[in-house]
């Protein structure tokens, strides 16, 4: 499994949270189960195959993560989202958000361009074409808000 669908799996899984509230372990002992996920692969093609070990500490990590600091990745998301409450904005694109987010302030071995980058693709393919744009806009104006002046 590459990075790109774990990043898909952690996704899914951010999102499937933001309606069950379900602990982290919780969630991925429920996705991971043996024979649901197989069955996940009849309805999105990222199912097919299991993460490795690495993919799996990485989907760990972020979805804990996320989940830890999910107030405050909310609140800059809101922040960010000038004339648009962020219950506006559907709960699939605010999981991209919170992700990339994440990853680019706390994941090491991602580097933030490529935490937008995936993050505007996985808007696109989930949201549209202009959703990407929108995530786009928001990531590059955290990102720029976070740089230390020269």
């Known amino acids: 499994m590459t990075r790109?669908?774990?990043r898909e799996l952690a996704v899914h899984m951010i999102y499937g949270q933001s309606f069950t509230g379900a602990e982290p372990e919780a969630a991925?002992?429920?996705?991971?189960?043996?024979?649901?996920?197989?069955?996940?692969?009849?309805?999105?093609?990222?199912?097919?195959?299991?993460?490795?070990?690495?993919?799996?500490?990485?989907i760990r990590r972020v979805v804990s993560g996320v989940y830890a600091y999910r107030e405050e990745l909310?609140?800059?998301?809101?922040?960010l989202s000038i004339g648009w409450d962020v219950s506006r904005i559907s709960r699939v694109t605010r999981a991209i958000l919170m992700l990339a987010m994440y990853?680019?302030?706390?994941?090491?071995?991602?580097?933030?361009?490529?935490?937008?980058?995936?993050?505007?693709?996985?808007?696109?393919?989930?949201?549209?074409k202009d959703t990407g744009a929108f995530v786009n806009g928001i990531l590059g104006t955290w990102d720029r808000s976070r740089e230390e002046p020269k």
């Open 4 to 6: 790109a669908n774990a």
């Open 28 to 58: 991925l002992e429920t996705l991971f189960a043996p024979g649901y996920y197989e069955t996940l692969a009849q309805e999105c093609p990222v199912y097919e195959e299991r993460p490795d070990p690495a993919q799996m500490a990485y």
């Open 74 to 79: 909310r609140q800059q998301i809101q922040t």
């Open 103 to 128: 990853e680019a302030a706390y994941v090491e071995d991602v580097p933030k361009n490529a935490a937008i980058s995936e993050a505007v693709r996985l808007a696109k393919l989930y949201d549209g």
